[in-house]
């Protein structure tokens, strides 16, 4: 199979981790090629703009994208080229899977817990934001609807049954935000129905971070919105280690996009002590959503091993190893 994708390096430490993993992709010979595209600061060098329509348009033509981190710059135009990103293609589901790795700062053993974000409308849509010309009052509108509410919590329930998973747990605050997160909670409700197999517990989002805390092996798959599936995912994150073991995918009916969720750590850029791990975790997630679930696990089985012998990790990890050695190592367990 020949499959071409599009890339995305990236800002900061981007281009290091990206040029990382793909030298891994590369060694699984699973027939990917690239399409470098630009966006970020690296594109408004290029081409005056944070996200030049080539790169929409080569996006659309892949229908697969891998992403370094982005930096947006503080100003006006867009709020976040992630979101952008997101509203553009209707990336309507954001996946955050964390599990514990040897060899690193977990704070739990046996963490494998999947966080499911409504990714397109809720409090980041803000639609409607306001500031009073005294500065005094600042007021912005929160859309949640049956239809978004319907398909994220499907993609939960349906992402449970492939990956025989045993339970979801809806997160909400329909005690307090009875419309916008009640509509949530009902919409889910009736979803969970088709799902018989699947226990289904709801939790209020204040209580599921306390939770998380104290006892995050009762959790499999979080479903939420898109403000509570932002913070839970990062609480879940540092469970494991944190961001730099953390790998996102946005994915939409047609469109799917794969990162690393953390920045673009601007300064170490350039000092080839970046972590690689969470966007190869990512990408190993973008060769399960193309049908090629085994070369996936390879990767991972390549990172857990390499940290398990601690063998040219990086800083961040304990290690005294850059981007590039620890690439090597992982190049030569995916080989084996």
Known sequence: MSKTIAVIRGDGIGPEIMNATLRVLDVLDCGLSYDFVDAGMAAMDLHGELLPQPTLDAISHHRVALKGPLTTPIGS??????????????????????????GTKARYDHVDIITVRENTEGAYRSEGQTLSGDGETAESVTRVTRH?????????????????????????????????????????????????????NELIVDNTCMQLVMHPEQFDVIVTTNLFGD???????????????APG???????????????SAPDIAGKHIADPCALLLGASAMLDYMGMPEQGDRVRQ????????HDRVTPDLGGDGTTESFAEALVERVRN
């Open 148 to 200: 978004g509410s319907e398909r994220i919590v499907r993609h939960a329930f349906e992402l449970a049954r492939h990956q025989a998973r045993c339970k979801v747990t809806v997160v909400h605050k329909a005690n307090i935000m009875k419309t916008t997160s009640g509509l949530f909670l009902n919409v889910a409700r009736e979803v969970a129905k088709d799902y018989p197999e699947i226990e289904c």
């Open 231 to 245: 913070i839970l995912s990062d609480l879940c994150a540092g469970l494991v280690g944190g961001l730099g073991l």
């Open 249 to 263: 995918a946005n994915i939409g009916a047609e469109t799917a996009i794969f990162e690393a969720v953390h920045g």
């Open 302 to 309: 390549a990172i857990r091993d390499t940290l398990a012998a």
């Open 77 to 102: 135009g867009f709020s976040s080229l992630n979101v952008e990103l997101r509203k553009h293609f209707d990336l309507y589901a954001n996946v955050r899977p964390v599990i514990t790795m040897p």
